[in-house]
């Protein structure tokens, strides 16, 4: 078992600067490809980000290429989401996941542990 716990959401206007932390325990986390999703209301969960098992490789939705940075801290058994120049269009629910299947495949179901979830509102 891993059990994830996200941090840091909250509102902010648009064009500002949010960080997520996702906090992991458990399993080895080194096992673990970690990506970051999101849920508006009435929507189906997307994909954000994906990070590798040690962070060599990254994946970006296009909706958030160039603002939005994944990274991770193997020692600290944390992953991050970076968020700048948010959008209203960004307001959503922020789930982290793990996955041990290979990369790259986003699905959800491709997924094994999802944290509970962090709001993210932004205003316009």
């Known amino acids: 078992q891993v059990q994830l716990v996200e941090s840091g959401g909250g509102l902010v206007q648009a064009g500002g600067s949010l960080r997520l932390s996702c906090a992991a325990s458990g399993r080895t986390f080194t096992n673990y490809a970690m990506s970051w999703f999101r849920q508006a209301p009435g929507k189906e969960r997307e994909f954000v980000a994906a990070?590798?098992?040690?962070?060599?490789?990254?994946k970006y939705a296009d909706s958030v290429k160039g603002r939005f940075t994944i990274s991770r801290d193997n020692a600290k058994n944390t992953v991050y989401l970076q968020m700048n120049s948010l959008k209203p269009e960004d307001t959503a629910v922020y789930y982290c996941?793990?996955?041990?299947?290979?990369?790259?495949?986003?699905?959800?179901?491709?997924?094994?542990?999802w944290g509970q979830g962090t709001q993210v509102t932004v205003s316009s």
């Open positions: 990070i590798s098992w040690i962070g060599s490789s990254t």
């Open positions: 996941a793990a996955s041990r299947s290979s990369w790259g495949n986003w699905a959800v179901r491709e997924y094994d542990y």
